[in-house]
Antibody, heavy 120, light 110 residues
Framework: QLQLQESGPGLVKPSETLSLTCTVS??????????WGWIRQPPGKGLEWIGS???????YYNPSLKSRVTISVDTSKNQFSLKLSSVTAADTAVYYC????????????WGKGTTVTVSS | QTVVTQEPSFSVSPGGTVTLTCGLS?????????PSWYQQTPGQAPRTLIY???TRSSGVPDRFSGSILGNKAALTITGAQADDESDYYC??????????FGGGTKLTVL
């Protein structure tokens, strides 16, 4: 059974770069017909799609975050990663990784999420 | 920028039927947007309910159904139960590898 697990620092200082990794187990990140994505949820607010990546390295980003986001993939480790630069308190959120099915264009497997707080 | 609209809140009586909708700030939602629906309870990751407009994800009870109603995607819960009280999010595929979430609907069962 495919599982995704987010990891990374829970506290990041303002203006620094947030870095998270999602480890995929129970399946290969090099699967066709799926992308690997990041979604976040600020406290008390809704979900926001951040971006996604294909195992080949092709990336897709939310236009509102594109200037600060980098998503990368490491197929040898079955992991993909998120970097968000120049963070502010508004980037405080629960960050989820998810598999995006390209057969039917939806998020079919989710990680449990990890909380990241931006504070000095 | 595209905005996906949902009712902020809705209430339904136990055993009742409720339809939540998902629209676009400009234009109509169609099957080509591959609307999907997710249920989220506090402190938990979202759970996939419906994809590709009307296909239930594995293990989802058949009281949940999806459709296109007029110019919106819709999630209907028939015979609502207490544990259906959750936040519900729709997502539309915008093409070119991008998705947009709706703002979510908080459903109260009382």
């Amino acid at each position: 059974q495919l599982q995704l697990q987010e990891s990374g620092p829970g506290l990041v200082k303002p203006s620094e770069t947030l870095s998270l990794t999602c480890t995929v187990s129970g399946g290969s990140i090099s699967s066709s017909n799926c992308h690997w994505g990041w979604i976040r949820q600020p406290p008390g607010k809704g979900l926001e799609w951040i971006g996604s990546i294909y195992y080949s390295g092709t990336t897709y980003y939310n236009p509102s975050l594109k200037s600060r986001v980098t998503i990368s993939v490491d197929t040898s480790k079955n992991q993909f990663s998120l970097k968000l630069s120049s963070v502010t308190a508004a980037d405080t959120a629960v960050y989820y990784c998810a598999r995006n099915s390209y057969d039917y264009y939806y998020m079919d497997v989710w990680g449990k999420g990890t909380t990241v707080t931006v504070s000095s | 920028q595209t905005v996906v609209t949902q009712e902020p809140s809705f209430s339904v009586s136990p055993g009742g039927t409720v339809t939540l909708t998902c629209g676009l700030s400009s234009g109509s939602v169609s099957t080509s947007d591959y609307p999907s629906w997710y249920q989220q309870t506090p402190g938990q990751a979202p759970r996939t309910l419906i994809y590709s407009t009307n296909t239930r994800s594995s293990g989802v009870p058949d009281r949940f159904s999806g459709s296109i109603l007029g110019n919106k995607a819709a999630l209907t819960i028939t015979g609502a139960q207490a544990d259906d009280e959750s936040d519900y999010y729709c997502v539309l595929y915008m093409g070119s590898g991008t998705w947009v979430f709706g703002g979510g609907t908080k459903l109260t069962v009382l």
